[in-house]
């Protein structure tokens, strides 16, 4: 089988900057990654339930999100088994335990508090993105769904 020659990343993110900030912290790493990010979850939920879809190796779910918010949309993902190999960053500003302790219990697999630091951001991304998903939700527990910077 032949090596996919990039990540795909998706990112469900209401906010602009955040959604601009990610995109240039993956420019900048240069990792092979091909990011689409969605203004909503709606908007990302209609592009991952197209049968065409290329879907996200990764994506990061923003929680506060006009129209359909990040646990809804991590619900619907969860119920759908097409999603099953698709790895969940919940990337939040929130890092309330009730957020922490409903998106684990959801399914999630990483939970990671926005950096407002730009290199913060960078090193975040590259570490999420290089993660070797297999091994890191085998021994999925607690300690280790929130990544701590």
Known sequence: ?????????????????????FTDAFSELKMKTKVDTFKDGHELMLYLNQEDAILPQVLFLDLNMPRK?????????????????????????SSSEEHIEETFVLGA????????????????????????????????????????M
């Not at 089988?1 to 959604?19: C, P, S, V």
């Open 1 to 21: 089988m032949l090596q996919k020659e990039y990540i795909h990343i998706a990112l469900a993110d209401d906010d602009e900057d955040d959604r601009l900030f």
């Open 69 to 93: 918010n990040g646990m809804e949309c991590l619900q619907e993902i969860k119920a759908n088994p097409r999603f099953d190999s698709m790895a969940i960053a919940i990337y939040s500003t």
């Open 109 to 148: 697999n990483i939970y990671i508090k926005k950096p407002s630091d730009f290199n913060a951001l960078k090193k975040v991304l590259s570490d999420v993105v290089t993660l070797n998903w297999q091994y890191h939700t085998s021994g999925l527990n607690k300690d280790n769904f929130l990544l701590r």
